[in-house]
């Protein structure tokens, strides 16, 4: 599948070493846990140094460096998922980066299911907050292993017990400490590393860990006071009688986290946590197609598009697809066969991301991210393969909560409002419906800031100035038959009965519109042959 002169497949030792140096994870938080504080510092650390002014920029800093979009400049805030990539002790990390406003959460979600692993920070004086929750909740339906960085531990804390508790009880999840804070807030002097059983002062470099014989080492006394190593040494004892031990095996399978502590804000424990990244994290895995399952390992290139962003650089208008590699090895020139249409797709420029800056890859590997240009071939949920029928699985939409009818003010732009539209959906910027008796479309959002990014958009980038109207729905579900073989007659059915209630996605699957809740569930008991869903795979 390549042109003459290109050559694509590698050997496949060669893919699985590649594959094999890849840390593919995101950070999951609530807002203001330090989600950026600590992507500066991991960059920093893994020598991706000229960036910590790109993630960190605030104020007019942060606007120039994001006027791609217009709302971003208005709101102050990051809407776009980036890809930041690092190297360090000889592997590479790939951190994709995921929005923190709540109301982007549907972006968040897809970029999850491109990851091999997650850190979880928590706010040390806050503990699990709704987002961290919400979040973590779409890494367990994956089966993603979580570690977990308990931050700001510079400031007044909750008690480490308390919060491992609330870990265990909140989220269902075996929680075992490999570092233990020494002192609190401003009498933080640093963690003892629970399985090197090393200390490792606060102020004091990767490198800096001094090895004691255990945590009632007399030594400790005399580097931290008597105060704080004797409180160190009883809560170290209950912490090996009471909580579990680090099992490599229970976190790969998504039901143990290790906790680190630290402070990203003063730098510490960051290498820490990297180390835990690079030793427990897996590379990337076997992943679940509909045909097969696909090794990384193998020669033929595979991957899916998570994502597609339009306008990414104001002079380029286009717009880019992230695909997450999960076996081969891409390089450039190649043409790959987009699954679901059939059609080849050249890779001429396959993009790395460097926060906001683009580089061309040359070649990438499983558990790589690259972004293909296209005019819009390209969805979220694409399969891309060198010439294999499969589909990789799990891509998710998911039931907007917020429907409006789009009112035009001008109606001479309807059909430029039609592409738009439909361009923007393919994006996920927001859901279309076509409303099955013919009325104005409806869009679907999962937050009110994704209306006025749909608004925005509209007119910036397209000319085409349009308003919401309130709908009398409060919520929508995919409808499928409970028996795909023989109910398709019932969808049908509802169809015709529901059609001021009914739509079309903008794959042509029927969804159904609901006043309320009860409406819903009266819906589901009437129709026991159909399925109600509120989550959808893509293709
Ligand atoms: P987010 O991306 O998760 O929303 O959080 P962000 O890193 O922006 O951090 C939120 C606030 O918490 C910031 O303060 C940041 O400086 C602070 N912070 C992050 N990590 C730590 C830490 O380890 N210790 C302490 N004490 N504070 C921390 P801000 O006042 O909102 O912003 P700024 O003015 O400091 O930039």
Redesign the pocket.
């Given at each position: 599948m390549t042109p003459a002169g290109v050559s694509a497949t590698a050997a496949p030792n060669e893919v699985s070493a590649e594959a094999g140096r890849r840390r593919t994870f995101a950070i999951i938080?609530h807002?203001?846990?330090?989600?950026?504080?600590?992507t500066e510092k991991l960059l920093l650390r893994g020598g991706a140094i000229q960036l910590a002014g790109a993630v960190r920029a605030?104020g007019n800093a942060r606007r120039t460096r994001s006027d791609w979009m217009k709302i971003e400049q208005d709101r102050g805030i990051s809407v776009a998922t980036s890809v930041m990539t690092f190297e360090r002790g000889g592997l590479i990390f790939n951190l994709l980066d995921t929005p923190?406003h709540e109301d982007f959460s549907e972006d968040t979600y897809r970029t999850l299911t491109a990851v091999d692993a997650a850190v979880m920070?928590l706010d040390a004086a806050k503990g699990i907050e709704a987002q961290t929750r919400k979040l973590f909740e779409v890494c367990r339906l994956r089966d993603i292993p979580i570690i977990t960085f308990v931050?700001?531990m510079?400031?007044e804390a909750r008690d480490p017990f308390e919060l491992i508790d609330e870990i265990e009880k909140t989220l269902a999840l075996d929680a075992a400490p490999v570092a233990w804070p020494v002192g609190r807030a401003s009498e933080f002097a640093g963690t003892w590393d629970m399985l090197a059983r090393h200390f490792l002062p606060v102020d004091a470099d990767d490198r800096s860990a001094i090895t004691l014989s255990g945590p009632d080492d007399p030594k400790l006394a005399e580097l931290v006071g008597a105060e704080r190593a004797a409180a160190l040494a009883e809560e170290v004892g209950l912490a090996e009688a009471a909580c579990p031990e680090f099992d490599l095996e229970a976190f790969r399978q998504g039901t143990l986290t290790p906790v680190f502590f630290g402070?990203?804000?003063?730098d510490f424990g960051i290498g820490h946590l990297l180390d835990g990244l690079a030793r427990y994290a897996p590379p990337p895995q076997s992943r679940a197609a509909d045909a097969r399952p696909v090794e990384p390992g193998e020669p033929a290139l595979t991957g899916f598009v998570f994502k597609v962003q339009a306008n990414m650089d104001p002079n380029h208008r286009d717009r880019v697809a992230f695909v997450r590699l999960c076996s081969g090895r891409l390089v450039k020139g190649m043409r790959l066969k987009q699954v679901r249409t059939g059609k080849q797709v050249p890779v001429n420029a396959p993009l790395f991301f460097f926060a906001k800056d683009r580089q061309v890859a040359e070649e990438a590997w499983p558990g790589d991210v690259v972004g293909v240009a296209n005019h819009g071939t390209l969805r979220i949920g694409d399969t891309l393969t060198e010439g294999e029928a499969l589909n990789f699985r799990g891509v998710p939409s998911f039931a907007p909560e917020i429907l409006r009818h789009v009112r035009l003010e001008d109606p001479m732009l309807a059909k430029k409002l039609k592409t738009a539209l439909s361009q923007l959906a393919e994006e996920g910027v927001v859901q279309l419906f076509r409303p099955l008796d013919g009325s104005n479309p409806v869009v679907g959002v999962v937050g009110q800031l994704q209306l006025d990014v749909l608004q925005s958009r509209l007119k910036v980038e397209y000319g085409v100035p349009a308003g919401f109207d309130d709908t009398m729905w409060q919520m929508m579900r995919w409808v499928t038959p409970a028996d795909p073989g023989s109910d398709r007659a019932a969808l049908d059915r509802f169809a015709t009965t529901n059609r001021r209630d009914a739509g079309e996605d903008h794959d042509g699957e029927l969804v159904a519109f609901f006043g309320s809740d009860w409406r819903r569930k009266r819906a589901e008991e009437e129709w026991p042959m159909l399925r109600f869903h509120a989550v959808r795979e893509q293709h």
């Open positions: 938080a807002p203001d846990a330090g989600k950026t504080t600590l605030k923190g920070v931050n700001k510079d400031r402070s990203a804000l003063r």
